[in-house]
């Protein structure tokens, strides 16, 4: 089966449906492709809020945020490797997308004079995390899939991407497997716009859902745009010990203190002067540090103690991270601390789009956490990844209008050859008898990618860790699965995400072993040091022939000079 449409979103979480609502809007026939339901996407999970420099709460000088603060925060967060254009943009755009997410119908929680509440998040230096209590990304997405109902927008929802449709070095659409009906669908379009969120899935300790497997950093690799910066992998300092389910920064924003055993606030000797609330690579570290000197609980985790803050204040501001707290854990906040421990949880680098959201491709574009623009450059500042989702895939969508009405409309033949390679593709694969388990193959990878390229690394095991992966991208030609039906198939779609996430971390560990030093969430053992003589640019790597290839860009400075960060 073949469709047109002007424009196909690959994604439908809030970036995409905050696309899609901006392209309808100008009158453009846009579609969506999901794996999942958009309801079941991972921007869902997102607990702790939005930043946006609206004033509303003073700094303890008294003194009122501004977008500049804000740009300065996120570039020193970045450890200096952010795009400072791009942070400009973001940052200015803030407090309209907040408001409009407002008048869309998101309730944000308030301040008793009525205004937006705003909380302190990491590494900022004013209160200024917009919530809707701890279930922010719940609101957000739930707003955004009403609007975009509401204007009855083509949603393909539970449909597998298996491949991106170039021609001539123009994107004009993809492929993709309907898995509930077993048919590999062509789909055409003008431009198509990568959405797909992260790749936490390839780490055995995340906070991300199980469909967070890089589908779409895996695409557009495949179809020759690099990936940027994608050693930056950031590990998220409170998870929920033995499910590493979220514990959000608002806890500590709203007066959680970690401890280490021995009853310390271990943070007053790594960030004296932000404590708790250091960005989440200090944290992270920190924890692991403790850990590894013996101050942890049972040898693996801390406490993350929020009985100081009182019933009322957990029971309004905190509710679901109580709950998860009880349901997953046993404890109550109110009365017991909470078991934590770092755990994988966003991506910094993705597709290499410039500040418009464009690939190296034309006609493709991509946007949020699936894209590299550069706005967290080596850390992401927490309150920053749902701005960047809505923000970006609102412009994004923007330059889409201003370049598509130029171009003109693909022939269906292209993908209708296309589907025959998918359909050759996936048969190959269903055809297989005997051999590898996918299954083993994979907990194999996260556990490589967990002990080798986890918060602290260093050479050897590291090339260590991409010889492993080497070994099981071999033992993948080798695999086969039982089910032999391409209906509902659920083993059909983990085997072509496995073979994504298996390139993926090849990229991830040929970035950190190259980069010989430590930045960000990138801490090297054997290079200690942020050395911007050498390493103030972004990694780009390619796929040439299926070979990597790795070369480097310029970061693109502005107002902030590069500095030593102090927290």
Not at 402 to 414: A, D, G, Q, R
Request: charged share 25%.
């Amino acid at each position: 089966m073949i469709t047109n449409h002007n424009v196909l979103i690959i994604g439908g979480g809030l970036t995409g449906l905050r696309a899609a609502i901006q392209l309808f809007d100008s009158s453009l026939d846009v579609a969506i492709i999901s794996k999942v339901h958009p309801l079941r996407s991972h921007s869902v999970a997102a607990q702790g809020g939005m930043n946006a420099s609206l004033g509303n709460v003073p700094g303890e000088d008294g003194s009122v945020d501004n977008w500049k603060n804000h740009a300065f925060d996120t570039v020193k967060g970045s450890d200096y490797l952010a795009d400072q254009d791009a942070v400009e943009k973001m940052c200015r755009e803030a407090p309209k997308t907040v408001i409009e997410l407002e008048h869309m119908g998101t309730v944000w929680s308030r301040l008793k004079n009525g205004k937006i509440a705003q909380r302190p998040f990491g590494g900022a230096g004013f209160p200024r995390t917009c919530y809707a209590a701890d279930r922010t990304g719940h609101n957000a997405l739930n707003t955004l899939f009403e609007q975009v109902n509401k204007r009855n927008i083509q949603i393909y929802s539970e449909f597998f991407v298996t491949s991106l449709i170039i021609d001539q070095g123009s994107c004009v659409g993809c492929t993709a497997l309907d898995y509930l009906q077993g048919e590999v669908h062509g789909l055409s379009a003008k431009a198509v716009l990568m959405a797909t969120g992260g790749f936490g899935r390839l780490f055995n300790k995340s906070t991300n859902a199980l469909i967070n497997t890089g589908d779409g950093q895996a695409l557009a690799l495949r179809a020759g745009v690099p990936l940027k910066d994608m050693e930056f992998v950031q590990f998220h300092p409170t998870t929920l010990y033995g499910t590493n389910i979220l514990i959000t920064e608002g806890a500590r924003g709203e007066g959680g203190i970690l401890l280490n055993q021995d009853g310390e606030r271990f943070m007053k000797k790594y960030a004296p002067n932000s404590l708790d609330l250091a960005p989440r690579d200090v944290v992270a570290r920190s924890i692991e540090e403790e850990v590894a000197q013996g101050q942890g609980f049972e040898g693996d985790y801390v406490h993350l103690d929020l009985r100081p803050l009182g019933a009322e204040r957990i029971n309004e501001r905190l509710p679901g991270i109580k709950q998860i707290s009880i349901d997953f854990s046993g404890v109550d906040p109110i009365n017991e601390s909470i078991p934590v421990q770092p755990g994988q949880h966003y991506s910094m680098g993705g597709i290499d789009v410039d500040i418009d959201g464009k690939t190296r491709i034309s006609g493709l574009y991509a946007a949020g956490e699936c894209s590299c623009v550069s706005v967290h450059g080596a850390n992401r500042l927490g309150g920053n990844s749902l701005l960047e989702t809505v923000v970006f895939g609102r412009l994004v969508a923007d330059q889409i209008i201003n370049n598509v009405n130029n171009i003109e409309s693909p022939p269906k033949k292209l993908a209708q050859a296309n589907i025959r390679k998918s359909e050759d593709h996936i048969k190959a694969l269903i055809d297989r008898e005997g051999g590898e388990n996918q299954f083993e193959i994979k907990e194999k990878l996260n556990n490589t990618m967990s002990t080798k390229f986890g918060i602290f690394r260093e050479k050897d095991t590291m090339l260590e860790g991409l010889n492993e992966i080497k070994k099981l991208q071999e033992k993948f030609s080798q695999v086969s699965i039982k089910n032999k039906d391409l209906k509902v198939n659920k083993a059909l779609i983990r085997l072509l995400e496995l073979e994504g996430m298996l390139l993926l971390a090849e990229v991830v560990a040929l970035g950190a072993i190259k980069r010989k030093e430590s930045r960000g969430s990138h801490t090297r053992t054997d290079y200690p040091e942020r050395d911007d003589t050498k390493f103030l640019k972004h990694t780009l790597v390619t796929w040439e022939d299926e070979n990597m290839q790795v070369s480097y860009l310029p970061v693109k400075l502005g107002m902030f000079e590069p500095k030593e960060r102090v927290y």
